[in-house]
């Protein structure tokens, strides 16, 4: 296996799997495309052959203007699951009927199955958790599934089972779901996260973020702008005169202002909750009893 230093592959995880298969590893060094030319041909095969054709294609990335956004009902343009069609569709022409001429009129397949290399079939049940994460703890399942950074994961299979002891498997980034083993190894179920968000709470929390990282982004260019020294011209070894006067008053505004949102982020209001208030105040009709309940 050559790996061209991609992290996903140096992962201990797939490096243990290398062992276990009794495979050969080698960790390329960067910027080496030629160590695996079979691949990057593949790869700009696809480009010119496929890609190139496909609507909107460019030959080099152009930057979109920053306040146009695209247009997703462009006629012209493909939706993932065509760009998918598509892809799949190429795969199976370049592997069933295209013949390259460095296989002698062969197409990919027929050179595939005419190789004398012996292969060895590995069961599908051996294979799964090779590629899979194990954080090495032991855990308990309960009437809620069984718990993993401060998440439940529950699955069907999980009923009548309370009590027992489990290890987790998850895949990297695929946080949706994991496998649930017993302490040996053996795999018994899959887990999928309980009390998912809806679609329409992921599309208004990506849109709360996309504004958080766009305000902070902002922040951090006024920021540098702000910290950004300049110095006056010397025509005589001088020490530097710096430019840009503040006042006194700007100045202990500025800090003040930035005191007060440190201690911000410090403060605890729900440490010591408000107590009651007084029995001749007027009170909302909805939180009477609630407050009575609260005196008592």
Same mark, same amino acid.
Not at 129 to 154: A, F, I, N, P, Q
Not at 219 to 239: I, V, Y
């Given at each position: @296996?050559?790996?061209?230093?991609?992290?996903?592959? &140096? %992962? =201990?995880? #797939?490096?243990?799997?290398?062992?276990?298969?009794?495979?050969?590893?080698?960790?390329?060094?960067? $910027?080496?495309?030629?160590?695996?030319?079979?691949?990057?041909? /593949?790869?700009?095969?696809?480009?010119?052959?496929?890609?190139?054709? /496909?609507?909107? $294609?460019? /030959?080099?990335? =152009?930057?979109?203007?920053?306040? =146009? =956004?695209?247009?997703?009902?462009?006629?012209? %343009?493909?939706?993932?699951?065509?760009?998918?069609?598509?892809?799949?569709?190429?795969?199976?022409?370049?592997?069933?009927?295209?013949?390259?001429?460095?296989?002698?009129?062969?197409?990919?397949?027929?050179?595939?199955?005419?190789?004398?290399?012996?292969? !060895?079939?590995?069961?599908? +049940?051996?294979?799964?958790? /090779? @590629?899979?994460?194990?954080?090495?703890?032991? *855990?308990?399942?309960? !009437?809620?599934?069984?718990?993993?950074?401060?998440?439940? $994961?529950?699955?069907?299979?999980?009923?009548?089972? +309370?009590?027992?002891?489990?290890?987790?498997?998850? @895949?990297?980034?695929?946080?949706?779901?994991?496998? #649930?083993?017993?302490?040996?190894?053996?795999?018994?179920?899959?887990?999928?996260?309980?009390?998912?968000?809806?679609?329409?709470?992921?599309?208004?929390?990506?849109?709360?973020?996309?504004?958080?990282?766009?305000? &902070?982004?902002?922040?951090?260019?006024?920021?540098?702008?702000?910290?950004?020294?300049?110095?006056?011209?010397?025509?005589?070894?001088?020490?530097?005169?710096?430019?840009?006067? #503040?006042?006194?008053?700007?100045?202990?505004?500025?800090?003040? +202002?930035?005191?007060? !949102?440190?201690?911000?982020?410090?403060?605890?209001?729900?440490?010591?909750?408000?107590?009651?208030?007084?029995?001749?105040?007027?009170?909302?009709?909805?939180? *009477?009893?609630?407050?009575?309940?609260?005196?008592?």
């Amino acid at each position: @296996m050559r790996v061209d230093r991609g992290r996903d592959f &140096l %992962s =201990k995880t #797939v490096l243990g799997a290398f062992g276990v298969l009794n495979s050969k590893f080698e960790d390329l060094p960067a $910027y080496s495309p030629h160590l695996k030319g079979t691949v990057e041909n /593949l790869n700009r095969c696809a480009d010119r052959m496929l890609f190139a054709v /496909l609507p909107g $294609y460019t /030959l080099t990335p =152009k930057p979109r203007p920053a306040k =146009k =956004k695209p247009d997703l009902d462009d006629p012209v %343009s493909l939706t993932f699951a065509e760009f998918t069609a598509e892809i799949l569709e190429w795969a199976r022409w370049w592997n069933t009927e295209h013949r390259p001429a460095g296989l002698n009129g062969r197409t990919p397949v027929e050179a595939w199955q005419a190789d004398p290399t012996p292969l !060895s079939d590995i069961p599908e +049940a051996a294979l799964w958790g /090779l @590629m899979l994460e194990d954080d090495g703890r032991v *855990r308990k399942l309960s !009437s809620h599934g069984v718990r993993w950074r401060g998440r439940d $994961y529950l699955g069907a299979w999980m009923a009548g089972q +309370a009590g027992r002891h489990v290890r987790i498997r998850h @895949m990297p980034h695929h946080d949706h779901e994991i496998e #649930v083993c017993d302490p040996a190894g053996r795999h018994l179920g899959t887990a999928h996260l309980a009390d998912a968000a809806t679609p329409e709470q992921l599309d208004e929390l990506r849109r709360t973020r996309a504004v958080r990282a766009r305000r &902070l982004r902002e922040e951090a260019k006024k920021a540098a702008a702000l910290r950004r020294q300049r110095f006056a011209p010397a025509t005589a070894p001088t020490p530097a005169q710096r430019l840009g006067a #503040v006042t006194a008053a700007e100045a202990d505004r500025e800090l003040d +202002a930035a005191a007060d !949102s440190d201690m911000a982020a410090l403060a605890l209001p729900d440490l010591i909750p408000p107590a009651p208030p007084p029995d001749d105040w007027n009170t909302p009709a909805s939180l *009477r009893h609630a407050v009575r309940e609260e005196k008592r």
